[in-house]
């Protein structure tokens, strides 16, 4: 919706005169030549980091020994500080929470210091308790409200005896204009925002920060870390994805939102205040995260706008690579979070945050035994991961080849090239400049100006013009000094 690109061409124009002191520094710091992207392996694989560190024990042994090192054979974000003042609040249901719950388990939630889970069915999930989030809201509302007939046949027959076609599987679909209304689980979804944010501070009244996802989101945790002390916890703040449905502009809840604990208590004195109110509004909206968003600025906290650190993207197959918008260019800015990982996606890309983060202290190691400065949560951005990180060091190494069963999706449709061969479907690209991508399938070939890396496809095989891809990367590096976080 208001990640809609909106064209600031002239404006960079007017900006290159200024900022070419600025690009020169942003190159020399930002980021891994072209020929080093694959410095840091990713994708499950073991990471190896530069052998700077092994060189450097052996300069100064002694120094090295002054200072406790991070034990980088551990896991690498629980070495990460700042996390003790965070809660993470992760919202999920019933219909979804076997096929997309265990995909943190061991991943995303080894990192989080505090978590609380909330759903619409209390339980033990392999160890982890599972908060009823729906429990006080008043039985006259689940008796006489269809959205609760769920609740209620869930609370009786158990969450371990839903049929299959009362789940909602793995696939993280986008939803409809009016939200995934055929789905119980998804209309249930919206009355938890309000009670979530009571019991939140409830059963953890004394955390600075409160950030609130669901299982197809990802949380760029070390990225969160170094982004919250720029902000200031004592007032009330509530970041997001911005999102407008008529008047109300609201935090899009699968991209994450962020809320400090005076946020947390206007939102919750409110919901205590006009607790008849909020529930007859929320009986009568599509979607919960709108209805937070409205609460909180009746409450007088207003959403400060945070994309695209904020992202309703999937870092393989639904970025907007090139999305700006006002001052805001999504190729230059740090990543908080994306949306719509599969349960597999979550494993691939929380390794691929750890081998970042394994390799940042492999440097802070470094530099900490030759003496030099370092600032791991500081101003360092090359410590931070910006969405051209993903791109480069996710994505790039994933599209070199053609691959098989695989789509990309490009989205102009070759007309009269069904049955044509792989090669007939390259040389479509080929003869076109602006072609970065091309799939043949069952209806022919398809070529495309914006590369992805895409997903598995029975069908149909991919391919990407590598070098005009390389290009392309180094265009979009130009940041206009728009480098940096987009919001503090
Ligand atoms: C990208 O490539 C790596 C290495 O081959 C692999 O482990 C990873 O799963 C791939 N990611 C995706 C989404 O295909
Ligand atoms: C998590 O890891 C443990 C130990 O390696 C393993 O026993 C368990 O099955 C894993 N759980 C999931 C959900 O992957
Ligand atoms: C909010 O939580 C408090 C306990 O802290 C509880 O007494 C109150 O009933 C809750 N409000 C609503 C509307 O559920």
Redesign the pocket.
Known sequence: MLSATIGRVPKFALFVALALTFIIVIHISSFPSLSKWKLPVLGGQQPQITTATEDASQESPQKASQEPSPDLSAIPCQSLKGGEDVLVVMRTGATEIKDKL??H??TTFQCYPHLVIFSDFAEDF?GREVHDVLRDIPDEIKSKNDDFKHYLHVQEAGRQNLNDDELSGKISAESGPVGKSDNAGWRLDKWKFLPMINRTLEMYPDKKWYVFVEPDTYLVWSNLLQWLPKLKPDKPLYYGSEVMIGDDVFAHGGSAFVMSKPAMEKGAEIYNEKVNELHDFTAGHWAGDCVLGKALHDAGVDLTWSWPQFQGGNPSFSMGWTDHKTDHVLWCTPAISYHHLTPYEVRDFWQFEQTWIRSVLAKQKHNRERGLPFRFWGDDMTNVLHHRDTFKLYVMPNITQERNHWNNTPEVPAPDTQGITLEDCRERCEENDDCLQYALGPDGCSTGREPRMGQEDETTTAGWMPERIEEWVKDLDHCWNKDGWAVT
């Open positions: 265990p995909a388990l061991n392999h």
